[in-house]
């Protein structure tokens, strides 16, 4: 139980899967989420701001033109921001500063506005901003640094007010700060519980639930990866196909559990010889893959190795003598076909056992 799960692990890191659960993957997929929302809760914050605007001079109060222009840059800015995080080259990690930055701008510009014109509806907006810009942001420190001006803001703003009213503004600054953050931590919970998920169906999709190593599907998504390294390397790719012999046999004398006991046990066998950079996968039934950069190892010598760590798993030979055929092919960088690559590491190992019983 022990080696399988050390087959489990090496497979993940290899693979490059992510660990269930890990801070790093929980990170990734909120900002892959950040990614894809918040240019859309931008250009709807655009949109609101403009017809919030619009609707008070028409309808209210004759506004001033500072308030006019501070409204009309905002617009831009948000509009603006939204385009901006939608760039294919931005850092993963931008989004959440934008939508920080923005709505400070935002609480900034209504503070402005207050001071100049004190009035309780639009510092009433400006708790509202303050309460949703968290679970938008969806990252911990721009919200909290964000916070720190927008709070202060409001702290000088309240003076336009009396004594009394101006404790009342601070502390609901406070409350509109506090419910913001809940909601983030509730929305970030939320998203971290659905990226755990995620997680989990991609490696129930690419992983063999018996050896632990990757399936069929999870070597073939990661074969442009190993492609682009070996281009970018200037590497060449090789493939060993390994055939497990006596399977059927086995399965037909004791059973099916010893069968996938022997499947088992080469996968161990195979993992254990591989070097930890290579992809290691269950191709079929009773055959695994070995991807890898630089030159193809001595399939014989692979063979002896392999041949060695099942002996040492501690398998009955009576019950099955420990054979695997193994095949070998490699392909420089510049005519990759991963795909081609394994039929000829295919063929090679087909060859080398009809010569083998042939001798």
Request: hydrophobic share 50%; with cysteine; aromatic share 6%.
């Amino acid at each position: 139980m022990e080696a399988r799960a050390s087959v489990t692990q090496s497979t993940e890191s290899v693979g490059g899967c992510l660990v269930v659960g890990s801070t790093a993957s929980q990170r990734a997929f909120r900002l892959s989420v950040g990614r894809r929302e918040t240019p859309r809760a931008m250009a709807v914050t655009c949109a609101c701001f403009v017809s919030i605007t619009v609707t008070n001079a028409m309808f209210g109060p004759q506004m001033a033109a500072v308030s006019v222009l501070l409204n009309s840059i905002v617009g831009i800015i948000l509009l603006g921001s939204a385009l901006v995080i939608r760039r294919a080259d931005l850092p993963a990690a931008a989004p959440p500063w934008i939508a920080a930055g923005c709505a400070v701008v935002m609480v900034v510009a209504g503070q402005i506005q207050v001071w100049l014109k004190p009035d309780a509806a639009s510092f009433v907006y400006i708790m509202l901003i303050m309460v949703a810009y968290g679970p938008l942001t969806l990252g911990w420190l721009p919200s909290i640094i964000a916070a720190v001006p927008m709070f202060a803001g409001c702290v000088i703003v309240s003076r336009q007010w009396p004594p009394v009213d101006a404790t009342d503004w601070v502390i609901a600054s406070l409350a509109a700060l506090a419910i913001g953050m809940t909601l983030l931590w509730i929305r970030l919970r939320s998203i971290n519980e659905l990226g755990d998920l995620s997680d989990l169906v991609k490696e129930l999709a690419t992983k063999d639930q018996l050896t632990g190593l990757l399936n069929r599907r999870g070597i073939e998504d990661r074969i442009p990866e190993l492609a682009a390294t070996a281009l970018r390397h200037k590497e060449s790719v090789f493939a060993l196909f390994v055939d497990v012999d006596g399977l059927k046999a086995a399965n037909d004398d004791h059973g099916h559990l010893f069968g996938d006991e022997v499947i088992t046990v080469v996968a161990e066998a195979v993992r254990a010889v591989a070097r930890s950079a290579d992809l290691v996968g269950r191709w079929g039934g009773d055959e695994f893959i070995v991807l890898g950069l630089g030159l193809a190892p001595s399939p014989d010598t692979f063979t002896q190795r392999v041949l060695e760590e099942i002996h040492r798993s501690g398998i009955d030979p009576a019950e099955w003598p420990g054979g695997v055929s193994i095949g070998a092919a490699s392909v420089s960088q510049h005519q990759i076909d991963v795909n081609d690559l394994i039929n000829q590491a295919d063929h090679d190992m087909y060859t080398r056992r009809r010569a083998r019983r042939g001798n």
